[in-house]
């Protein structure tokens, strides 16, 4: 009988590396809403097209990673 693979859903790690003041509005509460307060802190979230979405908004303040 063959394996079944488990199918963990991708992660995706998230650094603040530049701060958002000075930019937009849109910009602080999409840093806010990822989770980043603080400089240099850093979250996982499972990679989801919503998510991407907002990484993409503010690819300039943050680092991006994929968890194995």
């Known amino acids: ?18 701060s958002p ?15 980043l ?3 240099h802190q850093t979250v996982e979230h499972t990679d989801t097209p919503a998510l991407r979405g907002m990484l993409r908004m503010v690819n300039h ?3 991006i990673e994929t968890v194995e």
């Open 1 to 18: 009988m063959a394996k079944k693979k488990s199918t963990a859903p991708a992660m995706v790690r998230v650094t603040l590396i530049k």
């Open 21 to 35: 003041i000075g930019y937009s509005v849109r910009h602080k509460d999409t840093v806010r809403a990822l989770g």
């Open 37 to 39: 307060g603080r400089m």
């Open 61 to 63: 303040l943050v680092k």
